[in-house]
């Protein structure tokens, strides 16, 4: 079961526009080194190494050391907490979209 802290520590990862890029770039690409993330950004190598430890704690990405390098992979998994508690909102979305279509029904029959 996905606790509060799971979504919480999610959450908090993804709210770092900074970070929030790191992990976009990281998921279109299949695999991806610190060297690669720092390259064509304005962020240091050693900030991009921390932003990729809030990703791993938070379960967003993964690491395959190989040699000298280390890639890194986007594990869509990490995003279930964020996917549950949004699809908690999808019936009350879909009501107020009803209703809304309802109510333009009255207005322009």
């Known amino acids: 079961m996905i606790g509060p802290e799971d ?3 999610v959450m908090r990862a993804l709210a770092d526009p900074t970070r929030r890029a790191v992990f976009e770039r990281i998921a279109n690409a299949d695999e991806i080194t610190v060297v ?3 390259r064509g950004s304005n962020v240091t ?4 190494s921390q932003h990729l ?3 791993k704690k938070a379960g ?3 690491e395959r ?3 000298r390098n280390v890639y890194y992979r986007a594990q869509p998994g990490g995003l279930a907490p964020l996917a549950d508690w949004m699809s908690q909102y999808e019936v009350f979305w ?3 979209f009803a209703d809304l279509r309802n109510l333009l029904k009255e207005i322009d029959p």
Do not use: F, N, Y
């Open 94 to 96: 879909r009501d107020r």
């Open 45 to 48: 190598q050693g900030a991009i």
């Open 7 to 9: 979504l919480t520590t």
């Open 53 to 55: 430890k809030s990703l």
């Open 60 to 62: 967003l990405v993964s």
């Open 36 to 38: 690669e993330l720092t």
């Open 65 to 67: 050391p190989e040699g």
